[in-house]
């Protein structure tokens, strides 16, 4: 992994190129920093040709670059353009950042270390920023090279983010955007593993591996006949095909202090979709369709690696997670369309269409979720190719049964940079769900609403506590290199719960 450092200055050593941020403007380019008082040792322009920049069509636009070449000079000089000033504020500002540093740390792969000038963000202090472009600059340089039989070429080897002061503050933002970055990387890792040797077994284990060690996690793994004992049928059902037993991920994180609020601690319940591979059981895929169905546990991935990064961050929170792992595939012991899986709950669904197996699985998830009676309860889950159709696949859906709880999530996916939208759950359309012969069943009408329809199914699970679901089909997957993306899986949501996760204002509303 990239290494990320802050500094005041940088003087003497080799580097393979500065990035000098520029911002767009009504008269052309112009340099976002003092680049005077940086005390450089490579000549750093402090104004722009506008004619020059025409001439290059470089405008400053948001991870837009261009190399100034000195002759005889070993560093190159790299203009970033970070978009209009008007646009470096707040958390826009923060994501325009992010993808400027992204573009600089492309432009510089293959160097030793590279230098980044801090551009001032309007209403964010030096820490969040510095934790943006640690981020930023760790996910850009990620590649997922552990099965290739040849080294792959050599990326940036170090960032050294420059800044005009409070080098106190930089570092501590650097040191969390590198474990937030940390996490997302393992979420990757996950999602990029073959399924063959990504099993539930084997998921479960590398977690119990991680956090065990972490000050204040408890981890145990549920194998099949504990499964059984605790009445899973929805796990159950969507496992009955796989040769692979499934496994259901159970962890807890106890806070160092509590929130000052009363002396009591609030407490956020996790749940994750994690079907290691999907064909769509007896209802099954197309060759295509299953090409990136080792994706499909990547809400569980998400949810573990952000609660191993939330609690090394010393999250002001209780946190229970719950990973539903199995494998979706047909035999002659598969769930056939028709069957009816008793949940742990009770209620009854028809299986019509043994594809829409993720909602099965968290059914059972989100019952022991309310069972540990929490505050809150996120689920997220790679759950509906409808959700693509609506939003793409940058953009995650976010519904649930309270509005302060989704409000709480899409404030810290804005500081985060994960984009998410927001679905309604019309309780008219629980009809779509309606079975002749079981409480529900497992998919909606034709053509219509599965998002929503797949969400109410959910719904049916959580009782009165407050609950949102993210459904992240699009944006856990990339289809290529963008920005600080990279081709596969994404870690999609794993920044969001961590922002989530370590706020003390949402803490706090938890139990006010």
Known sequence: MMRVVAAVSVEGDALVAW???????DDGPMVAVDSDALGADVELPST???????????????????????????????LVGVGPTARLVGNAGLESLRRAVAAFVRSASGGERAAFVMPVVEGIGIEVATEA?????????????????????????ELVVVVPGDLDAAEAGVARGTEIASGVTLARDLV?????????????????GRLASIPGVDVEVWDLARIRQERLGGLLGVAAGSTNEPRVLRATYEPPASVPSGGRVPHVALVGKGITFDTGGLSLKTAGGMETMKTDMGGAAAVFAALEAAARLGAPMRISAWAMLTENMPSGTATKPGDVLTTRKGKTIEVLNTDAEGRLVLSDGLQLAVEAEPDAIIDLATLTGACIVALGDEIAGVMGTGDALVNEIRRASERAGESLWPLPLPEDYRSHIDSEIADMKNIGKAGQAGTISAALLLKEFVDDVPWAHLDIAGPSRADGDRRYLTRGGTGYGVRTLVQLLTSGEFAASLID
């Open 48 to 78: 722009l040709d506008a004619e020059w920049c025409e001439r290059l069509r470089f405008t400053g636009k948001v991870g837009s670059t261009v190399v100034l070449r000195t002759a005889g000079a070993k560093t190159d000089v790299v």
């Open 19 to 25: 990035g000098l941020p520029v911002v767009s403007g």
């Open 192 to 208: 990029n593993e073959p399924a063959a040797t990504l099993t539930p077994e084997r998921f479960a284990e590398v977690f119990v």
């Open 133 to 157: 472009v640690a981020e930023a600059a760790i996910l850009t340089s990620y590649r997922y090279d552990v099965l290739r039989s040849e080294d792959a070429p050599a990326g940036l080897g």
